[in-house]
């Protein structure tokens, strides 16, 4: 059974730092791209960032751009999301994702396979 699980969410103040974690089980995805999708009360689920297979390729939504890093351990089946510069408004519950295969990025979430359950961020002003 696939399990993605996220851990390092938290409560921080602005311009403070945050590190999420994505452990991933039941079988490996060094082959699929990783993405990190977020989701704030009222709002649709939007994209954050992606990162290939082999982690030579990212994207980033324009609102997180210079101020968040993604990246990937494929030996522990893990994914990072280093959340610098925080701002209120990054505040929603963050989603780490595996995209189906054949695919370098992943903003949309009809391209996600998997979903893990989900850690809260939120940033107080």
């Known amino acids: 059974q696939v399990q993605l699980v996220e851990s390092g969410g938290g409560l921080v103040q602005a311009g403070g730092s945050l590190r999420l974690s994505c452990a991933a089980s039941?079988?490996?995805?060094?082959?699929?791209?990783m993405a990190w999708f977020r989701q704030a009360p009222g709002k649709e689920r939007e994209f954050v960032s992606s990162?290939?297979?082999?982690?030579?390729?990212?994207y980033y939504a324009d609102s997180v751009k210079g101020r968040f890093t993604v990246s990937r351990d494929n030996a522990k089946n893990t994914e990072y999301l280093q959340m610098n510069s925080l701002k209120p408004e990054d505040t929603a519950v963050y989603y780490c994702?595996?995209?189906?295969?054949?695919?370098?990025?992943?903003?949309?979430?009809?391209?996600?396979?998997?979903w893990g359950q989900g850690t809260q961020v939120t940033v107080s002003s």
């Open positions: 039941g079988r490996t995805f060094s082959s699929r791209v």
């Open positions: 994702a595996v995209g189906k295969p054949g695919y370098f990025g992943v903003r949309l979430t009809t391209l996600v396979n998997y």
């Open positions: 990162i290939s297979a082999d982690g030579g390729i990212t």
